[in-house]
C-alpha cells in the first residue's frame, strides 16, 4: 500500500480506509498517473486541454470532455455523461498529459462521440454512490446462487453500480458461450435495477479479485500492472525453466506475467551464445549440446552415442571450434578446449567448539554417593582385617 491510511496493519489488512487501495487519498491506486507538469504553466494565449480522465472503482479509466469549463483538480468527485442517467468518478489527470493518455489509448481528442462531464458531485450524488456501492457484496452473493440454481457455467466475479443506481454491471467469467436470458430476467426481479452483463477474461479477473502470489507479495495485476500482455511458454525456455504447469501458472490459470519481465535481459545474454541445435564436428566425431548456463557463460556437450559423459566448454571455445569447422579444418577433440580448475577444500577450524552437536545440551549432575553402603562396605573391611 502506498498512502499512509491505508498502510498494512497487524493481521494484513489494510489498517486506514480499509478499501484494499481504492481509498479517498488516491495514493495506493494502481491507475494513479503522476502529473509532473501540474506546476508547469501554459504558454501565453494557450488555453488548457478541455479533456480529462476520470476513474471508476479502480478498474477503469475514460476521457470526457470538459464542455462547461469546470475548474477540476485531481481527486475531485464529478458527474459525468452515462447511458442512460449519470455515473460518478473521480479525476484522476487534467491538462496536456490528459491529451498523451489518449494518444496511448489511441483514442482521438477532436472525435465528437467523447461524454461530457456535467458538472460537479453534489452531496446527494455521493450519498447515492456510496448506498449503490455498499450494496454490491450482498448482490454479489445472491447473484452467485441465482447462476449457480440455474445450473449456468459461469462465475460472476464482481458487479459495479452507475453511479446514479440506475444500473448494474456484473462482470463474469465463462469459458464457453452462455445463455443467460432467465438469468437476466432473474436478477431483474430480484435486484430491481437494469441489468448489464459484461463477460472479462481469467487475468482481469484475478486484478479485481486480488490476491498474493507464490512470491509472497500482491499480485502484480491488481497493484500496478494495468495493460496484460501475451506470455508464452517460449518466455519459460529462454529462461531455463522447467515447463511444469503448476509452476508457471499464476491465480488466473494463465501463465504469470512476470515471465515477460526479466525476458529481454535473458535474450540479450543469449546473443553471445552459438546455436544450440548446431552440432559441434570433431575428429574423434560429432558433439550435440545438452544443457546451458547463461549466468556462467558454459556450455555443456556430448559426443553422439556417449551422451552420458557431458564435456564443459565456455563460449569463446564453442565459436573457435565453429570457426574451424567453417574453414573444413576440424579440431581433434572437445578435451583440448576444458578447462578444469581445482576446487580448493576449506579447512575449518574448531576454535570456539561450534561444531560439537552436544555444546548446548545441559551438562549432567553428577549423583551423590550412597553413604550407607560406603559406611558397610568400611566396615566389612575393617572386620576383615581384624581376623
Known amino acids: 500500500m502506498g498512502c499512509s491510511s491505508c498502510s ?7 489498517k486506514g480506509c480499509k478499501n484494499n487501495g481504492t481509498c479517498g487519498t488516491d495514493g495506493c491506486n494502481k491507475l494513479t498517473v503522476f502529473d509532473w507538469l501540474s506546476d508547469v504553466e501554459l504558454p501565453g494565449g494557450q488555453k488548457a486541454f478541455d479533456c480529462v480522465e476520470v476513474r471508476f472503482k479502480n478498474s477503469r479509466k475514460e476521457f470526457f470532455r470538459n464542455t462547461e469549463q469546470l475548474t477540476l483538480s485531481i481527486g475531485d468527485i464529478v458527474a459525468t455523461e ?19 493518455q489518449m494518444k496511448k489509448k489511441n483514442t482521438d481528442p477532436a472525435s465528437k462521440e467523447i461524454p461530457k462531464v456535467y458538472r460537479k458531485a453534489s452531496q446527494k450524488d455521493i450519498d447515492v ?4 456501492r455498499e450494496r454490491e457484496d450482498a448482490m454479489k452473493v445472491k447473484a452467485r446462487q441465482i447462476a449457480i440454481r440455474l445450473k449456468l457455467k459461469m462465475k460472476i466475479s464482481d458487479i459495479e453500480f452507475q453511479g446514479d443506481a440506475s444500473k448494474a454491471v456484473f462482470y463474469y467469467t465463462a469459458e464457453e458461450r452462455v445463455d443467460f436470458r432467465q438469468l437476466i430476467k432473474e436478477f431483474a426481479y430480484e435486484f430491481k435495477t437494469r441489468i448489464e452483463m459484461r463477460q472479462i477474461g481469467f487475468r482481469q479477473e484475478a486484478a479485481r479479485l486480488g490476491g498474493i502470489g507464490s512470491c509472497g507479495r500482491e ?3 491488481s497493484t500496478w500492472l494495468t495493460d496484460f500482455r501475451t506470455v508464452k511458454t517460449s518466455a519459460a525456455r529462454y529462461q531455463q525453466l522447467s515447463l511444469n504447469p503448476l509452476k508457471l501458472a499464476g491465480q488466473c490459470g494463465k501463465l504469470k506475467c512476470c515471465l515477460n519481465y ?5 535474450l540479450e545474454a543469449l546473443k553471445d551464445f552459438p546455436r544450440q541445435d548446431q552440432k559441434l564436428t570433431t575428429q574423434k566425431g560429432d558433439a550435440v549440446c545438452q544443457k546451458i548456463d547463461i549466468f556462467k557463460g558454459k556450455l555443456w556437450y ?5 551422451y552420458n559423459n557431458w564435456i564443459e566448454l565456455d563460449t569463446d571455445a564453442v565459436k573457435e571450434i565453429l570457426k574451424a569447422q567453417r574453414e573444413k579444418n576440424p579440431v581433434a577433440s572437445l578435451e583440448e578446449f576444458t578447462s578444469e580448475i581445482p576446487v580448493e577444500k576449506a579447512e575449518f577450524s574448531n576454535a570456539f567448539g561450534q561444531d560439537s552437536l552436544t555444546r548446548f545440551d545441559k551438562p549432567k549432575r553428577k549423583k551423590p554417593k550412597n553413604k550407607r553402603k560406603s559406611n558397610k562396605h568400611k566396615k566389612s573391611k575393617k572386620n576383615n582385617a581384624n581376623s
Open 8 to 14: 498494512t496493519g497487524k493481521d494484513g489488512q489494510p
Open 82 to 100: 452515462a447511458s442512460p442517467g449519470h455515473d460518478i468518478g473521480m479525476v484522476t489527470l487534467t491538462g496536456e498529459l490528459v491529451r498523451v
Open 129 to 132: 454512490w456510496q448506498a449503490a
Open 219 to 221: 499480485l502484480c495485476c
Open 262 to 266: 526479466e525476458l529481454d535481459t535473458y
Open 302 to 306: 556430448a559426443y553422439e552415442k556417449e
